[in-house]
């Protein structure tokens, strides 16, 4: 029932970790890859290890969660060695995230994967702050053409991007002309909601440390602007280009209107981070039921249906 077929594979399911989220060490990615999601991606690898923000950097808040990790992993070579194990031993693809702190580290990463035997799937991050004084690249519009050019004069692998929120109808339609020109496997919308704060009313500080208490907001508190992405971009990209729906699902039923509004997988953070793996057997059987309710036997039934009033 719950089947879905992604890059020309059949996934039992579309549930996904966000990268960022219990996938920072092999024993969490084995954890991972023996639980019920459908696919797995690995922690966003910077060229060399980072031990990332000052602490405490990731709170859990009533309706979700503020974070500022500063991108802690354990390295490219980390992720790749682990990646080539592991596609030995199993036909699912593993899915490999990269967020340079600059274009020319994300080139230089994305050059070893092509040179590499990984047969998997790239996600290239392009919601990561990119140079002081500048927006994070998919922010300015240039240099999201300008590091896409580069990246597909050499790379032939599935590659998807990893998107910031956007708010205005404008900048969809401006994203999406530029990403039409490029043979993108996905785009994986959204990352967190950037610079949002949280107080501790108890104590009337912020409750991270970083950049002063400013963080990514994460959770059902943009459950509403991830949908709005999702739909967004489904309407205006061409059909090769898939959706990933990341943001705000907690249950079976957020699962559902993320696939109704067009995405093909679904990524969950901050939930995961609550629960831990066990939440993709909740969230399978939640999104099954609901299914079986309204009548569908296949996700595609219902996939980007979403009516609108008129």
Sequence with gaps: MLTTNFLDFDFENPFMNASGVHCMTIKELDELSTSVAGAYIMKSATPKKRAGNSEPRYYDVPLGSINSMGLPNLGFEYYLEYALKQQENTKRPLFFSVAGM????????????????????????????NVPGKPQVAYDFELT??????????????????????????????????????????????????????????????????????????????????????????????????????????????AYEHLLC??????VGTQLQKEGTAIFERLTKELASIMTLKGYQTIDEFRGKLKVID
């Excluded at 109808?169 to 002309?177: G, N």
């Excluded at 993108?184 to 440390?209: E, H, M, P, R, W």
């Design 102 to 129: 600059s274009v020319a580290e994300n080139i230089a990463m994305l050059k070893e994967i092509e040179a590499s035997d990984f047969a998997g799937v790239t996600e290239l991050n392009l919601s990561c702050p």
């Design 145 to 254: 053409e300008e590091t896409l050019n580069q990246v597909f004069t050499f790379f032939t692998k599935p590659l998807g991007v990893k998107l910031p929120p956007y708010f205005d109808m404008a900048h969809f339609d401006q994203m999406a002309e530029i990403l039409n020109k490029y043979p993108l496997a996905y785009v994986n919308s959204i990352n967190s909601i950037g610079n949002g704060l949280y107080i501790d009313t108890t104590s009337d500080q912020v409750v991270i440390k970083p950049k002063e208490g400013f963080g990514g907001i994460g959770g059902q508190y943009v459950k509403p602007t991830a949908l709005a992405n999702v739909r967004a971009f489904y309407t205006r990209l061409k059909p090769e280009i898939k959706i990933i729906g990341t943001g705000g699902i907690l249950t079976g039923q957020d």
């Design 262 to 267: 067009g995405a093909t997988m679904l990524q």
